[in-house]
Every structure is written in structure tokens, then in C-alpha cells.
């Protein structure tokens, strides 16, 4: 109905809004409709603003840059519309150190609430978890997990 | 309804059962080399809710899935994976008053394949159903592939329309 | 012939002029926060080497490439970039007397374009002429851009064996 | 013509088989054209083996599997056919640790002879390199160079 997806679309572009100048310093986003007298039928669109930077076009943004708005979309919605689990696999390759940090920070905060399972390479993401799976072959062509627990969690 | 336990046997590269633990309150990650089967676990988890595409799994064929065999160990006759959630009491349907619920997927290199809730075999159809009302979807915006998180800045204004409407 | 040096200037990100140094015998590598300009250092060399397609650089018109402005700086008139190479003396053609060869691409606001071999306008298909005997190309796969490393096993046996032509 | 197309093939294939054991351990890998007696118009395919693995089809292979066979195949051609610059732009991100020193090393050893140019996030990498440049938007929305020179060169 239209004024569950107008409420629906409300609630996921608050978060959006929260979420991205907390993942990316500076920087500040909305969701906006497209045709905001045909809510039955418009389509969605992202406006971002980054420190100085005057945005031409979304394709000119970098892949950093691409996969932080990305990732804020996906949490934002995911708030909204909880799922019995979140799986992100290695989506900080593409991070600096400092979006490294901001997104680690926001995962945390938001496993207190919802299920999240983060598969990574990077050590400062690594760092930010309570539970680590290491998945090794010992034995060539055969997976097998060592967990470790890195802190108490109540 | 939250992810709490998940079994993987007979899977991709997981010859052997192996559990997960899923912490309430707690952040989980996993780590390890390249090619060890990290991919793998999300590949099973997205099996056991539906997925019903081989090739959305990197398989050509859904028999792919089956554990192929290593130097040492000959090929799986089955590949077999069970999620089990903590019912939070949030779902409306026959299986309200559990205070866990699981879903399991079988597939066997005949072909034969089942489906099971609760260990009671049942309908793809019911594992679709109770996914749903959990909120949960093989292909929804709560689970990013490896190499696919920037698909969304990408996409369409239709699309992103669609995600909302998924949200609703 | 090797690449000696790259000037950028009102390229993308980069309104200043700015001159990176290649060491014969040296790795050399670029590092920086995302969205600090090093993909669009790429995205340079592609241009000058006489990339057609806006697309491929990222943007919707060839306009896109020059300097959009700041919160502090205008818009920049023109972008200019120009790639120098040491010759090694393979080179066959009216150039292979000088000891480095240099090539630029402007760019207008107005849309005015031009191409200049060591300072001389020229065509692009001159351009195009000299950097295909010194062994690049723009699309070629010695320019891997971000995110498209694993293209290559994805590729049909026909397009593995373009590659093979292409080296051929 | 068909002789120079088999003679590019054999030497690209070559380099194929020595590369991809020093970029992952223990792996050996060809390079196999599809219809031997066909060679104007055969199409070239990989086989890859990997310690302990039974390869069914390519596409299962992980991330970081693909992303290294993609770098073995780039560089083999590479080495048969130089260009005045080789320009790898963040190939390194889905590579483990093991993987990432074996790439830096197998790119130390070949820009000897070439040019390569690195774009990175990743200490390893950084750590192979000569010389450094570093790009800052210490002036928001403008790109600013500080070169820093890591070592000696010749
Ligand atoms: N049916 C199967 N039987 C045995 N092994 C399999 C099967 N399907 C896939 N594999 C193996 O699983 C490996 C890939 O696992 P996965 O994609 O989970 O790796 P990963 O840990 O995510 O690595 P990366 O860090 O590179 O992404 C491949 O090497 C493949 O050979
Ligand atoms: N014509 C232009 N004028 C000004 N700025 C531009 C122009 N075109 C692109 N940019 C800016 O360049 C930035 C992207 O740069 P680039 O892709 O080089 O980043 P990067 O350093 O590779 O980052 P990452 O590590 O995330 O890949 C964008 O933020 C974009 O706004
Ligand atoms: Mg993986
Ligand atoms: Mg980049």
C-alpha cells in the first residue's frame, strides 16, 4: 500500500542519513523519491555529499567510496527489516584505515542487536569481533575450523 | 528470530560435520587463507534457505555442492546443512511454541533432495514460507557476496525501489 | 620503451599540476585514503593513451574528466595530461631519434580536444599509432583497473585466445 | 599466422606453468589449447590444480583462487609482450597473507625489467615498493602528491 512503502521508505532513509557521516567522516546522505507525487511507482535515488567535493555523478566516486554507500544502504534497510542473520563477506577489502575503523565500530554496535557473521582478511576488522572462526586445510582440500574466542561475552 | 547454530556436512569443501556457534550479543568473523572454505559457509547457509540457482552458487550443476573428494578422501554421497534459529516467539505459524527452530537441506548424488523443519520433512514451499516470516531470503539484501558489495550504488532507481518494498 | 614520467593537470581530482616520476629498475607504488585520486591516476594514462569510451573512465560525458571544482576552486577550463617515454630505440617510425617521447591529451570545456606528440599536434590516430609499436593500448591487459582482476578466469576460450593474438 | 599464433601460445604458457606455483604454493597450472589440430581458430582454456583439491569447474574456485590464476595469466602475457607501463590497481585486495608475499615478490623480481605501477591498501605491498607515492585530499576535493622514496634505488 502507499503508505507503507512511503513509512517504510521514511524509516530506511532516517537510518541512511545516521548511518553514512558515522562510516564515512564528513560526509552526509539521503534517499530521495524520484517522483514524490507517484509513491505507488517512483524509483529511489541516493544524493552524497563528501568533504569538498562537488558529486557530478555516482560512477566518478571511487570503489571505497562506492561500497560505503553500498554497505549503508544494506544496514539501513536491514534495521528497518531485520534477517535472522547478516553475512558480509570481505566487504572492507576495499577500505582505508579509517573507514576500516568507522565500520568496524558500527558492526559492533549493531551485533548487540542482530546477528552478524563478517568474513575478512583484515586485521582491524579481526580486531573488532568477540568470536573468530579460523578456517584452515590442515588437510589438503578439507576445511576445518578452530575457534577462538577472543573476549568474554556475557 | 535469530541465527543460532549452523551444521554444515557433506558440503562444498566440508567433508566432515562442522558446528557454528552463533553468540547472542556477539560479533563472529571468519578468517583464513585463500580457498579454505570461508565463501563455502555463506554458500551453504544461502543452499539451506532456497537457493534453488547452481550457477548463484559458482556451481554449473546443484550435485557441485557436494563434497568432490580430496587426495585422501573420496566424494560425499550427500551433502547435508542445518540452520537453527532461537525462536523469539515472533512467528505466527504451527511452529510458535518451539523454542528453537531448524531448517534442513539434503541433497544426494542420485538427485534426491529433501527438505526438513524441526527434523520432519516438508515442502520447499514450508521452508520458504517460515524463511520469510523470519525475515530471511536466499537472495535479500542481508547477505553480500564476496566481490558484490558495490552491486547496490550500481543499480537501478526500480531496484532500489524494490529494496525498499523487500523492507516493508 | 618504458614509462619515464606522467603530468596530470585539471584531470579529475587533480586541478594542480602534478608530476609523478617512474625509476628505471623500480617498484613503484601509490597510496592514499579512499576517493584521494589514485584510481584517477589510472584513469589517465587510459585517457591519454586515447580512451574513446567516458564509460570506461568512469563518468557520462568526456566532459566529466576535467576538474568539476571544489568547495574552494572553480571548475577548471581544460584538462591536460601527458605520458612520457624513454625510448629505447625500438621504435621504427619519424620518432625513434629522440631520446624520450612524450604524449598529451587536452581536453576543452568547450569540447575542443587535441593530441600532441613531443609538443606537435597530431591525430589520435597517431597517437594510437606509436603507443601500439611501443607495446600499450588503453584496453590492454597490462591495465588492470580496480575491481576487475578476476575478469580474466571468467573469460570465454575465444577471449583467451584474443589475449594470445594480442601479445602475439 | 599459425606458426606465430602457437609460437605466442607456448611462450604465454610457458610462463603460465613457472608463474603460478611461485604465486600460490604448491598450486601448477597449464595452459591447453581446446582443438590442437584447429590452431587458427581453437580457443585456449586453464587447468589448475591446487594442493589436495579435485577441481570440478572453475567457477567454484575462491575469490582470492581467481583473482591470482586472472594475475598469473596478465603477466605471462606481460612478459611475452611488454608495455611501456604495467598498472595494477588494487589486485592485492582479496589476497591472504602467504598469497600477498609471494605477489610482491614476483613483482619486486619483474620490475627489474619493467614498469610496474601498484595501487594499494595493503602493508605487504607497500613494503615491496621503491618508492612510494602517497595521494592526500589534504584540501578537500583536491588530489595532492608527497612522494616518499623507501629505498635506495640505482
Ligand atoms: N563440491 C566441492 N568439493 C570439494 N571442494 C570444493 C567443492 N566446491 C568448492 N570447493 C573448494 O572450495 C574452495 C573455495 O572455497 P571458498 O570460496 O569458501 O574460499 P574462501 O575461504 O572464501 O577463500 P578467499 O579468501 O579466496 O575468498 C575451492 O578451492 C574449491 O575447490
Ligand atoms: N571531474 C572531477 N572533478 C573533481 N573530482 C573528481 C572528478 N572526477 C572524479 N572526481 C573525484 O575523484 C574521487 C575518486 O577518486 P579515485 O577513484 O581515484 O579514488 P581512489 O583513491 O582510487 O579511492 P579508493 O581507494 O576508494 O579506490 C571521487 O570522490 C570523485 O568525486
Ligand atoms: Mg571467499
Ligand atoms: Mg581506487
Known amino acids: 500500500s502507499k503508505e507503507r512503502f512511503v513509512a517504510t521508505f521514511e524509516e530506511v532513509s532516517r537510518n541512511f542519513s545516521e548511518l553514512f557521516p558515522r562510516l564515512i567522516n564528513g560526509g552526509s546522505a539521503e534517499m530521495v523519491l524520484l517522483d514524490e507525487s507517484d509513491p505507488l511507482n517512483t524509483g529511489v535515488d541516493i544524493h552524497v555529499r563528501l568533504p569538498g567535493k562537488r558529486l557530478r555523478n555516482m560512477q566518478l566516486l571511487s570503489g571505497g567510496e562506492k561500497a560505503i554507500i553500498s554497505l549503508t544502504m544494506i544496514l539501513s534497510l536491514f534495521l528497518v527489516k531485520p534477517s535472522p542473520v547478516c553475512i558480509l563477506d570481505e566487504v572492507d577489502a576495499p577500505l582505508d584505515d579509517e573507514n576500516l575503523g568507522n565500520f568496524a565500530q558500527i558492526i559492533r554496535e549493531m551485533s548487540s542487536s542482530f546477528q552478524f557473521l563478517i568474513i575478512t582478511h583484515n586485521k582491524l576488522t579481526m580486531e573488532a569481533v568477540d568470536v573468530l572462526y579460523g578456517i584452515t586445510m590442515r588437510e589438503p582440500g578439507v576445511s576445518q575450523v578452530v575457534s577462538v574466542r577472543l573476549k568474554d561475552v556475557a | ?168
Open chain 2, 1 to 168: 528470530m535469530r541465527l543460532k547454530r549452523l551444521e554444515i556436512q557433506g558440503f562444498k569443501s566440508f567433508p566432515e560435520k562442522t558446528v557454528f556457534k552463533f553468540q547472542e550479543d556477539g560479533l563472529t568473523g571468519v578468517v583464513g587463507p585463500n580457498g579454505c572454505g570461508k565463501s563455502n559457509i555463506v554458500d551453504a547457509v544461502r543452499w539451506t534457505l532456497g537457493e534453488q540457482s547452481a550457477k548463484l552458487l559458482r556451481g554449473q550443476a546443484m550435485e557441485d555442492v557436494i563434497f568432490n573428494g580430496s587426495d585422501r578422501r573420496k566424494a560425499a554421497g550427500m551433502a547435508e546443512v542445518t540452520l537453527t534459529f532461537e525462536n523469539d516467539g515472533s512467528l505466527e505459524n504451527q511452529w510458535r511454541d518451539y523454542g528453537e527452530i531448524s531448517v534442513s537441506r539434503r541433497l544426494f548424488r542420485t538427485g534426491e533432495s529433501d527438505y526438513l523443519i524441526n527434523g520432519v520433512e516438508c515442502r520447499l514451499k514450508d521452508v520458504r514460507e517460515l524463511i520469510a516470516d523470519a525475515g530471511g531470503s536466499s537472495r535479500g539484501y542481508s547477505i553480500v557476496e564476496q566481490g558484490r558489495v558495490s552491486l547496490m550504488v550500481n543499480s537501478k532507481p526500480e531496484e532500489k525501489r524494490a529494496l525498499i518494498e523487500e523492507a516493508a
